[in-house]
């Protein structure tokens, strides 16, 4: 079901050191930092050749990262973003395998304006899975 690896979520303490690290250090292609009010963060992404890394920053005072900051202050890996086809067909055959769907369970527009949906970690080896609809 799930298809490619959309991209990897790292959410940093501070963006423009995290973007010179991935320009300079790492030699990557890496995009101006974008807000993204609507969700609540300020995104740098990191354009390799066979996915992207989001370098994720809290943007305004209640932004849903702000609690992985407090308890992880250097930063660390946030979540996973896989393709899928259908994400409604995704979500419904997650649901009846006992997967749990984060929030009301309806797709919302993504970083990408596409539809996505997040996964209870403890449902997948602890990690925070996003699905974005192709
Ligand atoms: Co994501």
Do not use: W
């Not at 055959?93 to 990408?112: F, S």
Request: charged share 20%; aromatic share 4%.
């Amino acid at each position: 079901m799930i298809g490619r690896l959309n991209h990897v979520a790292i959410v940093v303490p501070d963006l423009a050191a995290a973007a010179e690290t991935y320009r300079s250090t790492l030699g990557a292609d890496v995009s101006d930092p974008i807000d993204l009010a609507a969700h609540g963060v300020t995104t740098v992404f990191v354009v390799l050749p066979n996915t992207k890394i989001e370098l994720l920053h809290p943007l305004g005072p209640n932004s849903p990262i702000q609690s992985f900051l407090d308890r992880n202050p250097s930063g660390g890996m946030h979540h996973l973003c896989y393709e899928v086809e259908d994400i409604l067909a995704a979500r419904d055959h997650l649901v009846a395998q006992g997967a749990r769907v984060l929030g009301d369970g309806e797709p919302k527009i993504g970083a990408h304006d596409k539809p996505v949906l997040f996964l209870h970690p403890k449902d997948f080896c602890g990690t925070l899975v996003e699905l974005e609809q192709r």
